[in-house]
Structures are given as C-alpha cells and as structure tokens.
T-cell receptor
C-alpha cells in the first residue's frame, strides 16, 4: 500500500536533547512538508522540500532542522534551541511542489517534553 | 498576506441531518485553490474536497459539497446525511498555484446519534 509513515507515534524529549522524527513516503512524490499542530491552531509550516537535496524554511523553522538525502525520506530534528517543542507533528507529501496539489498526510508524531 | 478564518470552533449535528461549516479567506490573487481537509480522532488528515477558483461550479464529493462565493471570499462545506464517522476536525485551506498552503484554525464537528 502506498502512503506516508511517521515514527515514532510518541516521543519524549529531555531538556537539552535533540530528537529526530522520521517521515517516509512510497508515493514517489517530489515534495514533502513538515507541519506543527497546536490546540486551537491550524497547521503551521516548519520546513518543506521541493526536490532531493533541497529544502526551504517555512513560517516557524527556528529550532528545527531537516535533510532530504533521499526522495522517500524527510526527517525532522527538533533541536535544544526549540524552547516549546510539545506539539503534534505532521508530515505530508504532494506529487509536485505546487500549492494546487493535494497533500497526503502521515499519522503524526506527538512530542512531549519530560 | 493571505489568511483563512473559520469562525466556528465547534459545531454539532444530529445523525442524518445536514450541517454547514463556514470558511472565509483573504487574498488579492485571482487564481487560487481551496481545500477542506478532515482530521478524525486518529489524527491522520485526508482531503475532503478541492475547488479551483476559476471554476464557477461548486465542487461536490458524494455527501460533501461546497458553496464557493468568490466575490465574498467564502468557501463553506456542507455535509448531508451526517454519519457518526463524519465526527472530526475540519480544516479549510487556501493556496495560490505555486505557493504554500495556508490552513485555518479548524472546526471540531460532533455527530449526535
């Protein structure tokens, strides 16, 4: 089955620790996205990638980093510089990096701070 | 900057009844796309319906339809014959052809048996 997988489902971070959220897709999509979801707010774009080895900052990139070494994979690292990381993180992909395209979402990762 | 507003944080509907979720947006563009996404309790978002601004005909998808009023910048979602599985968060979203997608804050829909 084609789709997007995210792991882990739950992640706990200690103070000063970097953690990495995994996102993999087998849809052969060019574009991939990371969103942060907080209660009462819509999705906010953290980073996006239009093609392998290329990515751009979204609206709230501070304290986060990404890589896109393979078409299928777009991991997100939450660094210790992100002071309020507790949130639900959604990864998405689209066939082409255009706003007109439907986005396909993974099941999400909930990040909690210990 | 473009914005998307959903003025109803929570809505409820009786099973088998019809409900309309509101969405307004602000843009100076003439060519753009509008979406409704559903996020059920499982949290995995899926597309419900998509509308191209240049099309005057309202999009429909089975029990889901939209009322697209371009001049008023309004894009409401109508759910007919509501089912228990329709209970979810619904997000309205806007994008021009080549830029990022902007999501509204969402409306939580409850379906009463």
């Amino acid at each position: 089955d084609g789709g997007i997988t995210q792991s882990p489902k739950y992640l706990f971070r200690k103070e000063g620790q970097n953690v990495t959220l995994s996102c993999e897709q087998n849809l052969n999509h060019d574009a991939m996205y990371w969103y942060r979801q907080d209660p009462g707010q819509g999705l906010r774009l953290i980073y996006y990638s239009q093609i392998v080895n290329d990515f751009q900052k979204g609206d709230i990139a501070e304290g986060y980093s990404v890589s896109r070494e393979k078409k299928e994979s777009f991991p997100l690292t939450v660094t210790s510089a992100q002071k309020n990381p507790t949130a639900f993180y959604l990864c998405a992909s689209s066939p082409r990096p255009q706003g007109r395209e439907t986005q396909y979402f993974g099941p999400g990762t909930r990040l909690l701070v210990l | 900057a473009q914005t998307v507003t959903q003025s109803q944080p929570e809505m409820s509907v009786q099973e088998a009844e019809t409900v309309t979720l509101s969405c307004t947006y602000d843009t100076s563009e003439s060519d753009y796309y509008l979406f409704w996404y559903k996020q059920p309790p499982s949290r995995q978002m899926i597309l419900v319906i998509r509308q191209e601004a240049y099309k005057q005909q309202n999009a429909t998808e089975n029990r889901f339809s939209v009322n697209f009023q371009k001049a008023a910048k309004s894009f409401s979602l109508k759910i007919s014959d509501s089912q228990l599985g329709d209970a979810a968060m619904y997000f309205c979203a806007y994008s021009n052809a080549y830029d990022k997608v902007i999501f509204g804050p969402g409306t939580s829909l409850s379906v009463i048996p």
